[in-house]
Every structure is written in C-alpha cells, then in structure tokens.
C-alpha cells in the first residue's frame, strides 16, 4: 500500500468511526440527518447501492409477501420503475411484520433513497422514519394504504376504498332484491385489519348500504357482529376468518339445510372470503346451498372458487393501473411538473393529496346491466391472468 492509499484509508477509516458514533447517538424519533453512505468519489469498494447515473433510486416497501397482491403490486411496481430507467430496492415486511418493515424504510432512507413507496402493514407505525425521510428530502408514496399520523407524505396513489365496499353491499342488496324482498335475510360481516385505514373504509361503504336492511330488519345478523370492531380480521388472515366463521357456525346453528339458513357473507377481501368459504365447505355447504359470499382483489385462488360456485363476486382492482399511475406520479415529482390527483384522504396530521383509481366488480359470467364484469374479459381477455393461473 503506498503512501497517498495509506492517507487515504486512515481518512476513510475516520470518517467512517465518525459517522457510526453520530448515528448510535440518535433517539429513535430524532430525524436521521442525510443519508450516511459515503460520496461516491470517496466510497471503495463496498456493500453500498451501486451509483445512479441518470435514474433515481427508488425503494419499494410492501407488507408481507404471504398475500398475492403484493407480490403482484412489488413486481408490477419495480417493472415499470426499472422501465423508466430507476433503480429499485424492492423489500417486503416478512409476513405482516411491523418491526421489520420499520427497519426497512429506515434502511430505505439510510441508503439515500430519492423516493419511497410504501403500502403500510399498519398504517401508524412509520412515523419515525418518515419524519427522517421528510428531514432529508425524500419523496414519500403512501401505496393503496394511508400512512397515517404523518406530515411527511407527499402523494397516496390508491383505489377508491369506501367504493369497494359499496360495490360490495349493492351486490348483496342487488342479489337478494332487498329493495323488494320481505326476508328476513340472515347476513355476516368479515372486515379487514384494524390497522389498516382501508379496512374501515371498506366496512363503511358496505355498511352505508346495508344499514337501511338491518334497521327496518329485512337483514339479520344473527352473530351479532356488525360494528367494524367485531368484524375485523387481525392480518386479513383467511385461518384468522376461517376460525371465526367455524364459531359463528355453531353458535348460531348455521347449517346448509336443517338449521339456520345463511343468506349472506359480507367479506371486505378475498383472503376472508377465503377463509370464510373453507370454514362453510368444511361444514358441508356446496355450490348449491352456498351464501352470497363478496371479496376484492381477484385473487387466483378465490377465482377458481368463484367458478367453482363457492364465492359470488370479487371486486377487481387492476394493480397494473395503480403501478403505473405511482410512477406517472413520481415522473411528475422528479420533473417538478404538475402531480394530478383526484381527492384528499386525512392523515390525522394533514390532508394528503391522492389519486383514486376506480374498481369494478367481477363475477364469473358478468352482466352488463348492473355493470359486472365476466372473468374472461376483466382478468383473461385483459392479460392480467392466464387461463392457468385460474384453473383449479
Ligand atoms: C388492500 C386490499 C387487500 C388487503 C389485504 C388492503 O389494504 O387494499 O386490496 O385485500 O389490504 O391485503
């Protein structure tokens, strides 16, 4: 090694101690200052981001992989990122896991992201590193979920949620005729995560439509459970719903024939309709003596059960379209041209500027007249699945 590498890496060595000591002086709610890693002119060898010469770096932060959409929603996003010439860190929160997606997006700043998109696992949790984000200057996405509690979020890019669920409650009203029909209609509600805004919101747009039937007693619920607080499902985990429908099972002696008679089951996604389809076809309901059962997302495996006669309908949000409106979001940040949004959603700290995309529901034959889609033409005919992918 000779002389000047010698300055060199004693200078390097230095910095380096320097930095590590101001970083193990921070508080966990202090603002990390600018990211640490080293310039790029000064930097040897190492583990760092490699440099972006005309992309930005752009980290993807989605909560859990043990869910398809979000692997769909990862893959589709880091796709076209890396289309219009970014670098992308792509990490998921293990299954669901707070502490490991908080220490991602901290990592995601640390590394000098330029911009962070993140679908939050529990929407309060972030706060922190996004207060260091906003203190060095990075633009945060709040992805199909609300970062809440936080002034440091530029843009929410998502699809309209209270919509779902009205989608979702007029399926029912539509499929039972409450508009006419005496009942009473024996009904069940399987809400999301309740750390998850889009949970209530889901809940709150099927129940708007809903409530007239329960007041006037057209619809029943014989459980009990029609406040959010009874009806979420911890994680949206299909074992978590499946387990409490088993219960609402007998406790109610709900059975396919010779007991109580279930007209319906309002399930806010798939991953409940899910477990709420296993827990009825495992106490002996065919497609022949199956409720109503909603969902959202399309996701394969409740398709195959929609044309399987287990599941009704499935409100379908294109997450191509939300993956490519981010990133015509971001372009539009970077260019310092105009961000085009549609509403404001509240934070709890500020009102956050946001697109909606527009869902639709899908059933397996559609019908024009209420404005359904067929599964052919949302999911096959679009591209979005194989006929494979949905083949059970
Ligand atoms: C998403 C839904 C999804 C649910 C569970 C929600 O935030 O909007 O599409 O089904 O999370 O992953």
């Given at each position: 090694?000779?002389?000047?590498?010698?300055?060199?890496c004693?200078a390097?060595v230095l910095?380096?101690a320097?930095?590590?000591?101001?970083?193990?002086?921070?508080?966990a709610?202090?603002?990390?200052?600018?990211p640490?890693?080293?310039?790029?002119?000064?930097?040897?060898?190492?583990?760092?981001?490699?440099?972006?010469?005309?992309?930005?770096?752009?980290?993807?932060?989605?909560?859990?992989?043990?869910?398809?959409?979000?692997?769909q929603?990862?893959?589709?996003?880091?796709?076209?990122?890396?289309?219009a010439?970014?670098?992308?860190?792509?990490?998921?929160?293990?299954?669901?896991?707070?502490?490991?997606?908080?220490?991602?997006?901290?990592?995601?700043?640390?590394?000098?992201?330029?911009?962070?998109?993140?679908?939050?696992?529990?929407?309060?949790?972030?706060?922190?590193?996004?207060?260091?984000?906003?203190a060095?200057?990075?633009?945060?996405?709040?992805?199909?979920?609300?970062?809440?509690?936080?002034?440091?979020?530029?843009?929410?890019?998502?699809?309209?949620?209270?919509?779902?669920?009205?989608?979702q409650?007029?399926?029912?009203?539509?499929?039972?005729?409450?508009?006419?029909a005496e009942?009473?209609?024996?009904?069940?509600?399987?809400?999301?995560?309740?750390?998850?805004?889009?949970?209530?919101?889901?809940f709150?747009?099927?129940?708007?439509?809903?409530?007239?039937?329960?007041?006037?007693?057209?619809?029943?619920?014989?459980?009990?459970?029609t406040?959010?607080?009874?009806?979420?499902t911890a994680?949206?985990n299909?074992?978590?719903a499946?387990?409490?429908?088993?219960?609402?099972?007998?406790?109610?002696?709900?059975?396919?024939?010779?007991?109580?008679?279930?007209?319906?089951?309002?399930?806010?996604?798939?991953s409940?309709?899910?477990?709420?389809?296993?827990?009825?076809?495992?106490?002996g309901?065919?497609?022949?003596?199956?409720?109503?059962?909603?969902g959202?997302?399309?996701?394969?495996?409740?398709?195959?059960?929609?044309?399987?006669?287990?599941q009704?309908?499935?409100?379908?949000?294109?997450?191509?379209?939300?993956?490519?409106?981010?990133?015509?979001?971001?372009?539009?940040?970077?260019?310092?041209?105009a961000?085009?949004?549609?509403?404001t959603?509240?934070?709890?700290t500020?009102?956050?500027?946001?697109?909606?995309?527009?869902?639709?529901?899908?059933?397996?034959d559609?019908?024009?007249?209420?404005g359904?889609?067929?599964?052919?033409?949302?999911?096959?005919?679009?591209?979005?699945?194989?006929?494979?992918?949905?083949t059970?």
């Amino acid at each position: 090694m000779n002389k000047t590498k010698r300055i060199l890496c004693l200078a390097l060595v230095l910095m380096l101690a320097f930095s590590f000591a101001a970083c193990s002086s921070k508080t966990a709610d202090e603002p990390t200052a600018a990211p640490t890693v080293a310039p790029e002119t000064t930097a040897p060898e190492t583990d760092a981001p490699p440099p972006v010469d005309e992309g930005k770096r752009v980290g993807i932060s989605m909560p859990t992989q043990s869910l398809q959409r979000w692997n769909q929603d990862g893959d589709y996003l880091k796709q076209e990122f890396e289309a219009a010439g970014h670098t992308v860190d792509l990490q998921y929160g293990g299954d669901n896991d707070v502490p490991t997606q908080v220490a991602q997006v901290d990592q995601m700043v640390a590394d000098g992201c330029d911009v962070i998109v993140i679908a939050a696992i529990d929407g309060s949790s972030l706060s922190a590193p996004l207060a260091a984000a906003k203190a060095a200057g990075i633009t945060i996405i709040s992805y199909d979920r609300l970062l809440l509690n936080s002034d440091a979020v530029d843009y929410y890019a998502t699809f309209n949620n209270v919509k779902v669920g009205t989608l979702q409650g007029t399926y029912i009203e539509n499929a039972l005729d409450l508009k006419n029909a005496e009942g009473p209609f024996n009904i069940e509600f399987f809400a999301g995560d309740p750390g998850d805004s889009n949970a209530g919101y889901f809940f709150q747009g099927a129940i708007d439509v809903l409530k007239p039937y329960l007041d006037s007693g057209v619809l029943v619920c014989p459980s009990g459970g029609t406040e959010f607080s009874q009806a979420a499902t911890a994680d949206w985990n299909s074992a978590n719903a499946q387990s409490r429908m088993e219960n609402i099972i007998s406790q109610n002696s709900y059975a396919p024939s010779g007991g109580t008679k279930l007209d319906a089951v309002m399930c806010s996604n798939d991953s409940t309709a899910f477990g709420v389809e296993t827990a009825l076809v495992a106490a002996g309901w065919t497609k022949d003596t199956m409720p109503i059962v909603t969902g959202q997302d399309c996701d394969k495996a409740n398709v195959i059960n929609m044309k399987a006669g287990l599941q009704s309908m499935s409100v379908f949000k294109d997450t191509r379209t939300l993956a490519a409106r981010v990133v015509t979001m971001v372009t539009a940040i970077l260019e310092g041209a105009a961000v085009e949004t549609t509403t404001t959603y509240p934070n709890g700290t500020m009102d956050v500027p946001t697109f909606e995309c527009d869902p639709g529901v899908v059933t397996v034959d559609g019908d024009s007249a209420l404005g359904y889609q067929s599964v052919q033409v949302a999911l096959l005919d679009s591209g979005y699945y194989s006929e494979a992918d949905i083949t059970g």
